[in-house]
């Protein structure tokens, strides 16, 4: 049985369509009835102006530092069909679920590199990544690591406050796409295929008191990224309006081909995705934007200048990929292939203090 | 910096200088340590969650303050008073110093100070022997609260926390002013040096600063550039300013001559 549309799936189903309007009203004042005017291809020729409002946003909030997190995947195991995904079920792929003590070893590894948040990420396997599975590696892993936060499947009332019980900082649930028909051809089976399910989580995972939320799209899966942009900031923005307590983050990840055959939808332009994660910044300008190692070395350098506030730094997305790789199936490439020290050197010549630590470890207060 | 024959006593400690400075938001550890020494501050807060005792000696933030200075620890994210006490305590054991700049902000979006969960952190940590100093709300009754409750200091806001805009809170800083037994820091929104010189002229025992000088396109020049801006407010409030009327009135009036 479907689960029922959540208070921002009523939302979003109540917002006006795009208008685009007055470029130079909307750099002003910039606002979300605003963002269709900033994404807009007419706005294209003023990306240095929008890219120079976005900076001084993103400086005056942020500061010139930059928090460096990285995956931890724990699994690849699967039960959910997604055209676009390297773990999808039925796939022909080497699968591999570590044990909590290959997790350790992993976090050593990462923390040894200098890491201090770390995301654990897994496919949607609810027996090989069960809420136990996770209970038992946060707790493993938490007098290790300051900031622990997991991207899984989506769980109940109940899970989440058990993982937060346990030391969980941070819950990460993508939407992928807030087009419902896109949304219902890419995600053919299993528990992600229900849109309102995934998209209440990030609701139920802050009443739980999940203190940080981080939400996103695929750009190029729907054919409208511009919409799916759009959708992402209302959908910060309501969760820090209802949730006030919950910091927020988004992401906005290019979708590449994978393992499944995928191929993008539609290609967003270099020139298009710094539109956008501008515009992001301007009509949200207390979320955090997260930017992976799916994008390559160069546009990330630039996007720290603008609007990127954390990154991930020399990642596997292999589960054991960082002690003990070439066991498993990753779920994508990487294209930013530098060492987290690398990735550091380059924020600290740009000018920006890479931040390690930006917590507190929750189990020791 | 400082005027050694006006001290600023704050937790039995005879401060020369009225600047407080915060080391968040800078390009580096390198260009920060650089705009501390320039401001001549004596009193430096450190967020105790960017702190990271693992890698002390290569690198952590707590290198790269000068020695000599006084070292504030802060709660920093700590979003209510059970939090606040806890990493308080971890702070102490860490750094050895019984002093903390209490904040308690559980808006990650307007990181404004919580008033009644700073207010209960404010009571357990004094009743722990802490010398507090707690970022608040530029709320006259609340600072009232603060001080009966042993605070060392209050520290209402300028304006929201990284705002740059100025002394927004000017009214309610008078009043706490007036009215306060325990110094008065005026604590974020500052955000260049006249902001300092306005809140110290106004009467405020100190200002603490920080994102203004650390976003500043050459943070070490900003930062002296604070430190005269505060010493000059200070001295103007010392020198007592004269009366503002409504007109102008000459300096030789016509009918001196009858006095």
Redo the contacts between chains.
Sequence with gaps: MSAPPGLFAQHLAQLPPPVVGDLDAALARPSLAALPTLLDPAALPRLEELATRARATT???????VRLFAPLYVSNACLSSCTYCGYSKGLDVARRTLTVDEVEAEARTLVDRGF?HLLLVAGEHRLEVSADYLVACLERLRPLV?SLSVETQTWSDDTYARLVAAGLEGVVHYQETYDRARYAETHLAGWKRDYDRRLTSTERAAEAGV?RLGIGALLGLSADWRADVRAVAEHAVWL?NRY????VTVSLPRIKASASGFQPLVPVSDREYVQALAALRLVAP?AGIVLSTREPAALRDGLVRIAVTTMSAGSSTEPGGYSDPGGAQEQFAVSDERSPAEVAAML?HA???P??????PLH?? | MGDSTDPLHVAGRALTSRLLVGTGKFAGHAVMRDALLASGAEVVTVALRRVDLDRAGEGDVLDFVPPGMVLLPNTSGAVDADEAVRLARLGRAATGTPLVKLEVTPDPRTLAPDPIETLRAAERLVAEGFDVLPYCSADPVLCRHLEEAGCATVMPLGAWIGSNRGLRTRDAIEVIVAQAGVPVVVDAGLGVPSDAAEAMEVGADAVLVNTAIAVAADPVRMARAFALATEAGRLGHLAGRGAVRDRAEASSPLTGFLS
């Design positions: 400086l005056q909030r942020f500061g010139r530092a201090r300051p203190r820090q006030w307590r919950t910091e207390e600290e000018g920006y203090e931040v390690w630590k930006d917590a507190f020791v207060l």
